[in-house]
């Protein structure tokens, strides 16, 4: 196992920045501890189709899970400021306040990090009632249904496109040169799938189309 610090300055989204480092690692691996505190925290509730999410002053008690470069699987509990307690299934969208320092470890023979190249996002205020922000999803899928719920936690409008067909699918392979799916578009351009949403909001590059 090679351990590996991670400290998260304020601001940054906890999941989003776990599943960057995976990403980056191309490993999987789990969190081995973590101190800090959050801004607003959105977490998965059992039994409830959307996530809840508080703010405030919150203090990290416990983050279990596991991480890999397909994705993150991660149980959080925090406290508020009256000491009561919460927990349930780390969403997008969950902030760091002040700072957060974990520790993670990746399990042996997982190949060196590769940091991605990325170009910004131009991303510009825009005319209001104007739904900026498509994306087409897969039926079934899960990165399709994580890209959706990012989206829908971080509050930015969307319209969805289902593929149904075979011919949908061609169409939009012809068009954006990518053959999986979700694929988001922003002024109807495409940006890319899941991985490249969830680096752009580690970025801080999607707060322009809340």
Not at 177 to 206: K, N, W
Request: proline content about 8%.
């Amino acid at each position: 196992m090679h351990p590996l610090p991670l400290h998260l300055e304020p601001g940054s989204d906890l999941r989003a920045s776990l599943e960057q480092l995976a990403v980056e690692h191309n490993a999987a691996g789990f969190v081995l501890g973590v101190v800090g505190n959050l801004s607003r925290v959105a977490f998965q509730c059992p039994g409830r189709s959307e996530p809840s999410v508080l703010e405030g002053d919150l203090e990290i008690i416990t983050l279990q899970g596991t991480l890999s470069p397909q994705g993150v699987h991660l149980h959080l509990s925090l406290s508020d400021a009256d000491c009561q307690v919460w927990g349930g299934h780390l969403e997008h969208g969950t902030v760091v306040l002040k700072g957060a320092d974990l520790l993670v470890g990746f399990l042996a023979g997982g190949p060196e990090p590769e940091p991605p190249a990325a170009a910004p996002l131009a991303v510009s205020p825009h005319p209001q009632g104007e739904l900026r922000v498509e994306i087409a999803v897969l039926p079934g899928c899960p990165y399709s249904a994580r890209a959706q719920r990012m989206l829908r936690t971080l509050g930015i409008a969307h319209r969805v496109h289902t593929v149904t067909s075979d011919d949908q699918r061609q169409a939009l392979q012809e068009h954006t040169g990518i053959s999986t799916l979700p694929l988001v578009f922003v002024d109807a351009a495409c940006i890319g799938g899941y991985d490249a949403l969830a680096d752009l909001h580690l970025r801080g590059e999607l707060d322009g189309l809340r």
